[in-house]
């Protein structure tokens, strides 16, 4: 199938090159053209626009950085909707605010295109290996219509409900992932300072209960002082954001930031006050590289 691929970052690109790889035609446009030169150079082809993307192909894949990048590459000028035909599917891989995709498939579905939201988890490593695993919300059918496509993509993708259940379950993913770095960090830390080899910790703590998918992947890279982002240090504030804004008047957990911060804090129910919840993910962000730092000395 010719399918459009728009956004080619960190986990854009390798997704884009194992559509390739497994045998569909790709029309890329990306910000950066030295992505696009690179696709191009495994074979795909180059798009001038979104608006010029949509016009040639009857999928188009979105994996773009927020909410509002992807309103604009899609329902913007020379967007997607600009150039699409109607029966055009659209599946938005991107990790957006749920609100946010139910917006986008209104506007959508006035021209008769059809709209998935279908956030992914398992960072650079699985997107370039093909076995990410996808979260997937809109119309059924259309999910079935477009599987197979996913799952070259990924070794699993799961269809949670109507549109925007995918970027839900993908708050859902956050909020484990990020907690359970921090537990780690933690963990370590208090190993560490114990005088205790973390890496013995490791071996003896990974196979209990303790264990998980995080710790596997983060303890290695914590201990050998590997702190290389995966993707932009923005993306895990950028989560709390989003819950904090789907869910405005139930508490969340950012007890470091009302601990910390307490000024900015809701003293009712520790609720941040309206655009406050970036500052808490800065705060929380500094907390957890701290810790990870603190595992090498």
């Known amino acids: 199938m010719k399918i459009g691929f728009i956004g080619l970052g960190i986990m854009g690109k390798p997704m884009a090159?194992?559509?390739?790889?497994?045998?569909?035609?790709?029309?890329?446009?990306?910000?950066?053209?030295?992505?696009?030169?690179?696709?191009?150079?495994?074979?795909?082809?180059?798009?001038?626009?979104?608006?010029?993307?949509?016009?040639?192909?009857?999928?188009?894949?979105?994996?773009?950085?927020?909410s509002p990048n992807v309103k604009d590459v899609i329902c913007g000028e020379n967007g997607v909707l600009e150039g699409a035909k109607e029966?055009?599917?659209?599946?938005?891989?991107?990790?957006?605010?749920?609100?946010?995709?139910?917006?986008?498939?209104?506007?959508?579905?006035?021209?008769?295109?059809?709209?998935?939201?279908?956030?992914?988890?398992?960072?650079?490593?699985?997107?370039?290996?093909?076995?990410?695993?996808?979260?997937?919300?809109?119309?059924?059918?259309?999910?079935?219509?477009?599987?197979?496509?996913?799952?070259?993509?990924?070794?699993?993708a799961v269809h949670c409900g109507d549109i925007g259940a995918g970027n839900t379950t993908k708050l859902a993913n956050q909020i484990v992932v990020?907690?359970?770095?921090?537990?780690?960090?933690?963990?370590?830390?208090?190993?560490?300072?114990?005088?205790?080899?973390?890496?013995?910790?490791?071996?003896?703590?990974?196979?209990?209960?303790?264990?998980?998918?995080?710790?596997?992947?983060?303890?290695?890279?914590?201990?050998?002082?590997?702190?290389?982002?995966?993707f932009p240090d923005r993306s895990p504030y950028k989560r709390l954001g989003q819950r904090a804004r789907y869910r405005p008047r139930r508490r969340f957990a950012a007890s470091t930031y009302r601990r910390r911060h307490g000024d900015d804090a809701d003293a009712q129910g520790g609720r941040l006050r309206a655009g406050r919840p970036q500052r808490a993910g800065q705060i929380l962000r500094q907390d957890i590289r701290r810790k990870h730092r603190q595992i090498t000395r």
């Open 17 to 66: 090159k194992n559509l390739l790889n497994a045998g569909h035609e790709v029309v890329a446009f990306s910000r950066g053209k030295k992505d696009v030169d690179e696709l191009v150079a495994c074979g795909a082809s180059a798009g001038i626009s979104a608006k010029d993307v949509a016009e040639e192909c009857p999928l188009i894949i979105t994996m773009l950085p927020n």
């Open 87 to 156: 029966g055009l599917i659209i599946i938005d891989m991107s990790s957006i605010a749920p609100l946010a995709s139910q917006e986008i498939e209104k506007e959508c579905a006035k021209k008769g295109v059809k709209l998935l939201d279908a956030p992914v988890s398992g960072g650079e490593p699985k997107a370039i290996d093909g076995t990410l695993s996808i979260m997937v919300g809109g119309n059924r059918a259309v999910y079935e219509s477009v599987k197979e496509i996913l799952l070259c993509m990924g070794s699993s």
């Open 178 to 230: 990020a907690l359970n770095i921090a537990a780690v960090s933690e963990a370590f830390t208090l190993s560490r300072k114990a005088g205790v080899d973390p890496n013995l910790v490791f071996d003896a703590i990974k196979g209990g209960l303790a264990g998980s998918t995080v710790m596997n992947a983060k303890v290695p890279m914590m201990i050998d002082g590997n702190f290389k982002p995966g």
